[in-house]
């Protein structure tokens, strides 16, 4: 069975620092996506990053990178001059090419100032 | 673009009233949209698969004829709960998958989501 495992539930960041989010996910697929996925208080999910498994290039979106590492299934989200509109709720996800959707626990990501 | 509209942002209900959720996608058609109930501090749980044209799919442990989904055309799908109870107070989020969009197929576009509160 496909699981996403974020074992930060908090994490706190300097204003201007850098912060690493970690995600883990088990698969037997070779073929699939993962995302993050930032939750503000307004609770709207918005999507920070998409990564293609079959891609080796990580992706980045401005301050926002990941470390995808397919051996060892490990999907790590970085932030770079991290701003306070950062502070969310950050969720990894998984998908396969069919319908199938899994979240991890999230991350409670807050800016200090 | 890849927007989607869920309303009603809050409702407050009665035990025993249905109450209508509504999402669609204004700028973009999605044969599948997808249904989630979300518990304070936690993760999204997903309730149920819509499908255009066709019957949702339901997670384990979601009771069909409490939680009705029609999803009647490639922009609108909607989720009544039905008889609702205390029990069924909480944050409801819809999303859509574009029917075919390249680089951005398979990514999910949320709705803002509901509150639904079951006095």
């Known amino acids: 069975a496909q699981t996403v495992t974020q074992s930060q539930p908090e994490m706190s960041v300097q204003e201007a620092e850098t912060v690493t989010l970690s995600c883990t996910y088990d698969?037997?697929?070779?073929?699939?996506?993962l995302f993050w996925y930032k939750q503000p208080p307004s609770r709207q999910m918005i999507l920070v990053i998409r990564?293609?498994?079959?891609?080796?290039q990580n992706a980045t979106e401005n301050r926002f990178s990941v470390n995808f590492q397919k051996a060892a299934k490990s999907f790590s989200l970085k932030i770079s001059d991290s701003q306070l509109g950062d502070a969310a709720m950050y969720f990894c996800?998984?998908?396969?090419?069919?319908?199938?959707?899994?979240f991890g626990t999230g991350t409670s990501l807050t800016v200090i100032p | 673009g890849a927007v989607v509209s869920q309303h009603p942002s809050r409702v407050i209900c009665k035990s025993g009233t249905s109450v209508k959720i509504e999402c669609r996608s204004l700028?973009?058609?999605?044969?599948?949209m997808f249904w989630y109930r979300q518990f304070p501090k936690q993760s999204l749980m997903l309730m149920a698969t819509?499908?255009?044209?066709?019957?949702?799919?339901?997670e384990q442990g979601v009771e069909k004829d409490k939680f009705l989904i029609n999803h009647a055309s490639l922009t609108l799908s909607t989720l009544t709960v039905t008889s609702a109870h205390p029990e069924d107070s909480s944050f409801y989020i819809c999303?859509?998958?574009?029917?075919?969009?390249?680089?951005?197929?398979?990514?999910?576009?949320f709705g803002a989501g509901t509150r639904l509160s079951v006095l």
């Open positions: 999303s859509a998958r574009m029917t075919s969009g390249g680089a951005l197929w398979n990514i999910q576009y």
């Open positions: 698969t037997s697929e070779s073929d699939y996506y």
């Open positions: 990564q293609e498994a079959y891609k080796q």
């Open positions: 996800a998984y998908s396969t090419t069919g319908n199938q959707f899994y």
């Open positions: 700028d973009f058609q999605a044969t599948t």
């Open positions: 819509s499908n255009e044209g066709s019957k949702a799919t339901y």
